[in-house]
């Protein structure tokens, strides 16, 4: 992805993606706990992981402050896609967090193929983050966010815009913490650029959480990716990249 197709997107387009629940971050978190206060709401059950297993041997860790981490391949970049090189060394970006627009930051950064595409200035295969907390009900988010996204790969990311339907989130568990998950694919329309993909897929997980006043909150994951063409990451790779993510505790 690139061009109309992600580069000029993931700065501005991207933005999309903070309309309604994504528009702010908050400091702190506490996971679902124990309390004897009458007006605690209910606590949320866990759906099934993602997971089969581990991620695969010789995969490196991407690890977010928020105490979740995720695996990718071991030629996936870590850092900050957009960041200065780190001091001391060109070749590894800073991840002092990516801003996906409208300040909804992601660390934990990683993507693939960066500059597959010689057309453009910036092009890349794959690209994930986490945010920082966020305010609102899990489930919420993971919608709200899926729209939007859905909204600009139509809109921003493709000259002739895409099909993009928008499934209905399904309960997930992350480390046995109760967790949202929408995966969407957008059709794309030719004619395409040739740096824009047959179909895109977005991905979203929101991790259940609290705010240190006790209110409803989440973390988010997100990946972006090619598929449908020579050279993409192969769809097994992708599934088990979004499987993969965990507390930092957990296997």
């Given at each position: 992805m690139s061009g109309v197709g992600v580069?000029?997107?993931?700065?501005?387009?991207i933005s999309t993606v903070v309309a309604g629940c994504l528009t702010a971050a908050l400091t702190g978190c506490a996971l679902w706990g124990d309390s004897p206060d009458p007006d605690t709401?209910?606590?949320?059950?866990?759906?099934?992981?993602?997971a089969a297993g581990p991620p695969p041997g010789g995969w490196q860790d991407v690890r977010s402050p928020t105490g979740l981490v995720y695996s990718v391949p071991p030629d996936w970049e870590v850092g900050d896609p957009f960041?200065?090189?780190?001091?001391?060394?060109?070749?590894?970006p800073q991840d002092p967090g990516s801003d996906w627009g409208s300040g909804y930051v992601t660390t934990a950064n990683a993507i693939a193929d960066r500059g597959y595409c010689a057309a453009?200035?910036?092009?890349?295969r794959t690209l994930s983050g986490i945010s920082t907390l966020l305010p609102g009900d899990a489930r919420e988010q993971a919608e709200s966010a899926s729209r939007a996204m859905a909204d600009s790969i139509d809109?921003?990311?493709?000259?002739?815009?895409?099909?993009?339907p928008v499934p209905e989130a399904r309960s997930i568990g992350v480390s046995g913490v109760p967790a949202w998950y929408v995966s969407l694919r957008g059709a794309v329309r030719p004619p395409r650029d040739?740096?824009?993909?047959?179909?895109?897929?977005?991905d979203t997980i929101a991790v259940s959480t609290r705010a240190t006043d006790g209110s409803?909150?989440?973390?988010?994951f997100v990946l972006m990716s090619d598929e449908d063409e020579p050279g993409v990451q192969p769809e097994a790779t992708?599934?088990?990249v979004v499987a993969s993510l965990r507390y930092d505790n957990s296997v």
């Open positions: 580069a000029a997107g993931v700065r501005s387009g709401p209910d606590r949320e059950e866990p759906g099934p992981t993602l960041g200065a090189p780190a001091p001391g060394d060109t070749d590894v453009s200035g910036l092009s890349f809109r921003r990311f493709t000259r002739n815009g895409a099909d993009v040739s740096c824009t993909p047959p179909t895109i897929r977005f409803p909150a989440s973390i988010v992708i599934d088990a």
